[in-house]
């Protein structure tokens, strides 16, 4: 029997471990995948205070290794189902069944994919997902941006104040996004916008040095040597906790900053919740709330 169970090894995931073993807490880590979540696939990070620059790998091995040396219990498994019986909840994963008094969820987010080949192989070699983390390396530069939502919008913002031009590329002729962000971005002079194409492939050898599109004639356009930011959505994968935890219309657990649900003793931490912001840092705000709340309810049973 486990004090606390922390499903995901992201950054989100191990803060939480990381309050909760210097709690004194029995804690278990489940990875489904690799330990350090979505920020691995990062060569650089440049936005985690007090470190100038690092590698996402590098910075979640740092975190491991801190944990590690403070006495988590880790195991790789997929966590499918959680069960909650009295006080205890029961954690069912691909390999095993686990134990605890409390749970904290930290599954993350998936980003939603173009699903062209070579799209994993360019992630950080000209194709990013996060504008936030990886525009400014593009200062003054024209970059190329696919989506049509409110998160490709605010990209587009973003991108138009640091780059010297934004190709925003829109699969239909319009965008699914608030007006006046339709209003901003449709007026904002450095973005150029190409409706009713579809991304169909990514061309160079070891590095993006192409993006072919095709229009609604059949004929198709490339834009070359431009970095290609991808905001298509993002997929959180919570529907199998739902009987314990609400989820919101988009699938993201109902939680505000205490990081808890409506069941007592489980609680949600990162990306995987309803938030604003979807960073290293506000993850990792997320997994000390969520471990520090564990263990004040560990306390009262
Ligand atoms: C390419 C890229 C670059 C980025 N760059 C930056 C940056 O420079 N700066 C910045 O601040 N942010 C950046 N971000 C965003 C940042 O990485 C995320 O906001 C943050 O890492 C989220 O952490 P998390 O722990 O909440 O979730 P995740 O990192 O998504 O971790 C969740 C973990 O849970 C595991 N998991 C999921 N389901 C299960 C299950 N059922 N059972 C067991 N394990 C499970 C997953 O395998 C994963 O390891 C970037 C994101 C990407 C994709």
Redesign the pocket.
């Known amino acids: 029997m486990y004090d606390i169970i922390i499903?995901?090894?992201?950054?989100?995931?191990?803060t939480s471990a990381l309050y909760a073993l210097r709690n004194g807490k029995k804690v278990l880590l489940?990875?489904?995948?690799?330990?350090?979540?979505?920020?691995a696939?990062?060569p650089?990070?440049?936005?985690?205070p007090s470190v100038k620059q690092i590698s996402?790998e590098k910075l979640s091995e740092e975190i491991f290794d801190q944990i590690t040396d403070l006495g988590v219990e880790f195991e790789f498994?997929?966590?499918?189902e959680i069960k909650k019986v009295e006080d205890v909840f029961e954690v069912i994963?691909e390999f095993s069944k686990y134990e605890s008094k409390s749970v904290i969820i930290?599954?993350?987010?998936?980003?939603r994919k173009l699903k062209l080949e070579k799209e994993d192989d360019f992630?950080?070699k000209g194709i990013?997902?996060?504008a936030?983390?990886?525009g400014p390396f593009f200062a003054g530069k024209e970059v190329t941006l696919i989506g049509d939502g409110n998160t490709a919008l605010q990209y587009a913002l973003l991108l138009s104040e640091l780059c010297s031009k934004v190709n925003l590329v829109i699969m239909f002729d319009k965008f699914f996004g608030d007006d006046n962000l339709v209003k901003a971005v449709e007026t904002r002079k450095n973005i150029h916008i190409t409706k009713n194409a579809k991304t169909i492939k990514l061309n160079g050898e070891h590095e993006l040095e192409g993006i072919v599109f095709e229009k609604l004639d059949g004929s198709t356009f490339e834009i070359k040597n431009t970095p290609l930011f991808v905001a298509i959505g993002q997929i959180p994968?919570n529907k199998?906790f739902e009987n314990l935890a609400e989820l919101d219309e988009f699938g993201y657990f109902k939680s505000d900053e205490t990081t808890q649900t409506k069941t007592p003793g489980l609680f949600v931490?990162?990306?995987?919740r309803q938030k604003t912001v979807?960073?290293?840092?506000?993850?990792m705000c997320?997994?000390a709330v969520a471990g520090t709340n564990a263990c004040n309810y560990l306390n009262t049973l």
């Open positions: 499903i995901g090894g992201g950054v989100s995931g191990m489940l990875e489904g995948s690799s330990i350090g979540g979505q920020i696939q990062s650089k990070v440049e936005n985690y996402g498994d997929n966590v499918l994963g930290a599954n993350g987010v998936k980003h992630i950080g990013y997902y996060c936030i983390c990886d994968d199998r931490a990162g990306d995987t979807r960073q290293v840092t506000t993850a997320d997994g």
